[in-house]
């Protein structure tokens, strides 16, 4: 048998060999999955500089806390020496837009009028001052807050995590309410599915200017 037939029949036997796949029939095609929600989940890192703010459910839920994560913040002014923090004050400004959770559909809610309403306040201010040692490493303060327009003094701690000749790095944490900022309805809405006590949790280096 010549080459050229040898390659002709191998070809048939391939074609009966393979097996023929049934057509779909309509509306027989399979969905396509839903698209996985692409948002990034907030920093994991405790040790980066970070400003998160943890909310939980008015019906608890197993993933309480939520942690929101603002993403992008900067201190606009601080004043103070890095050996004797008392009398010192500082200005952070954060930006609401860059606010994330790991979830489109919950981060575009939260940035709703019915929360943030991010079309007419994009950002928060903190101004620290009254700075008062406690011990070496820890410190009470004042924080007056701006968000949405409305204006709260709040009591806060923070601890010092280390320091240079021009800088000083810092943590706290603080409990606030949402309602101080008329964010969302009251509880007992039974329409609010937001805890009406939030945390915020802060990490800065803070740098001389």
């Given at each position: 048998m010549s080459t050229l037939k040898l390659f002709v029949l191998t070809v048939a036997l391939a074609g009966c060999a393979r097996?023929?796949?049934?057509?779909p029939t309509p509306g027989s095609a399979k969905a396509p999955d839903k698209a996985p929600d692409k948002?990034?989940?907030?920093?994991a890192d405790p040790?980066?500089?970070h400003v998160w703010i943890l909310a939980s459910h008015k019906a608890p839920k197993p993933n309480d806390p939520v942690q929101v994560a603002i993403d992008k913040f900067k201190v606009?002014?601080?004043t103070f020496d890095p050996k004797n923090l008392e009398g010192g004050t500082a200005s952070l400004e954060l930006d609401l837009s860059s606010l994330h959770t790991g979830s489109d559909k919950r981060d575009t809610h939260l940035k709703s009028e019915s929360?943030?309403?991010l079309s007419k306040f994009t950002t928060a201010t903190i101004d620290i001052d009254n700075v008062k040692k406690t011990d070496d490493k820890h410190f009470t303060a004042d924080a007056d807050v701006k968000l949405r327009g409305l204006e709260k003094k709040y009591p806060v701690t923070f601890e010092v995590l280390s320091s240079t000749a021009d800088s000083v790095r810092i943590k706290g944490e603080q409990k606030f309410g949402r309602l101080d900022f008329t964010i969302g309805k009251d509880a007992s809405d039974a329409n609010e599915s937001v805890a009406p006590d939030l945390t915020i949790q802060l990490q800065?280096?803070?740098?001389?200017?």
């Amino acid at each position: 048998m010549s080459t050229l037939k040898l390659f002709v029949l191998t070809v048939a036997l391939a074609g009966c060999a393979r097996k023929e796949e049934p057509a779909p029939t309509p509306g027989s095609a399979k969905a396509p999955d839903k698209a996985p929600d692409k948002a990034a989940p907030p920093a994991a890192d405790p040790d980066a500089d970070h400003v998160w703010i943890l909310a939980s459910h008015k019906a608890p839920k197993p993933n309480d806390p939520v942690q929101v994560a603002i993403d992008k913040f900067k201190v606009t002014k601080a004043t103070f020496d890095p050996k004797n923090l008392e009398g010192g004050t500082a200005s952070l400004e954060l930006d609401l837009s860059s606010l994330h959770t790991g979830s489109d559909k919950r981060d575009t809610h939260l940035k709703s009028e019915s929360y943030i309403d991010l079309s007419k306040f994009t950002t928060a201010t903190i101004d620290i001052d009254n700075v008062k040692k406690t011990d070496d490493k820890h410190f009470t303060a004042d924080a007056d807050v701006k968000l949405r327009g409305l204006e709260k003094k709040y009591p806060v701690t923070f601890e010092v995590l280390s320091s240079t000749a021009d800088s000083v790095r810092i943590k706290g944490e603080q409990k606030f309410g949402r309602l101080d900022f008329t964010i969302g309805k009251d509880a007992s809405d039974a329409n609010e599915s937001v805890a009406p006590d939030l945390t915020i949790q802060l990490q800065l280096t803070l740098k001389k200017t």
